[in-house]
């Protein structure tokens, strides 16, 4: 009843940028906070990295490894996150991931739901 849909990975060099959305669709009635997650390859799963996150009011915060190079926004009206990813690093390849704590479905309850995870690869 309510999903998640993350775009915009690929591959990238050294240096370079990219921006993924995520978008919620569904029966939604609120939409909390919004956060971004990735999961480097070899890591065992579950052990996903915290990237950033914002609240409904616009708050945001972000890991120690982004900061500075990263940037995220999001559309309230289109229930849609965004993360600009600026001077991307090898290290920075992983699967990305969004989450939302959305009030949503039928009938509503507040619960936590998952894209399905964009690649982005950072390599010359």
């Known amino acids: 009843q309510v999903q998640l849909v993350e775009s915009g990975g690929g591959l990238v060099q050294p240096g370079g940028s990219l921006r993924l959305s995520c978008v919620a669709s569904g029966i939604i009635l609120g939409v909390n906070s919004m956060d971004w997650y990735r999961q480097a390859p070899g890591k065992l799963p579950g052990l996903g990295e915290l990237?950033?996150?914002?609240?409904?009011?616009?708050?945001?915060n972000y890991a120690d490894s982004v900061k500075g190079r990263f940037t995220i926004s999001r559309d309230n009206d289109k229930n849609t996150v965004f993360l600009q990813m600026n001077s991307l690093k090898p290290e920075d390849t992983a699967v990305y991931y969004c989450?939302?704590?959305?009030?949503?479905?039928?009938?509503?309850?507040?619960?936590?739901?998952w894209g399905q995870g964009t690649q982005v690869t950072v390599s010359s």
């Open positions: 989450k939302a704590r959305i009030l949503g479905g039928n009938p509503p309850y507040l619960n936590d739901y």
């Open positions: 990237v950033a996150t914002i609240t409904i009011g616009g708050s945001a």
